[in-house]
Nanobody
Framework: QVHLVESGGGLVQPGGSLRLSCAAS????????VGWYRQAPGNQRELVAT???????NYAEDAKGRFTISRDNSKDTMYLQMDSLKPEDTAIYYC?????????WGQGTQVTVSS
């Protein structure tokens, strides 16, 4: 059974940083495309950043220059380094993995940016 478990969320002041982690199990992480998405109250889930199995990255416009997605295939873990956080970044952040066998999602971790 596939499990994706996010961690690292919390409360941070505007301008601060957080590093989210997502540990995967039960899937071939190395060959999976993985990514981070977020959903704020009243909004649809939206893309934050993705990274392919080969390491190619893609960012939402608002994330460019502030967020960095990475992966460590030796640990079956992906990361999202978030810097210069803004109140509008407040949301539940979900990690996701996709491969030929299906799409998988974590339960989410809350990120709140507030003074």
């Amino acid at each position: 059974q596939v499990h994706l478990v996010e961690s690292g969320g919390g409360l941070v002041q505007p301008g601060g940083s957080l590093r989210l982690s997502c540990a995967a199990s039960g899937l071939s992480f190395r060959i999976s495309a993985v990514g981070w998405y977020r959903q704020a109250p009243g909004n649809q889930r939206e893309l934050v950043a993705t990274i392919s199995s080969r390491g190619t990255t893609n960012y939402a416009e608002d994330a460019k220059g502030r967020f960095t997605i990475s992966r460590d295939n030796s640990k079956d873990t992906m990361y999202l380094q978030m810097d210069s956080l803004k109140p509008e970044d407040t949301a539940i952040y979900y990690c996701s993995a996709q491969n030929v066998l299906g799409d998988y999602w974590g339960q989410g971790t809350q990120v709140t940016v507030s003074s």
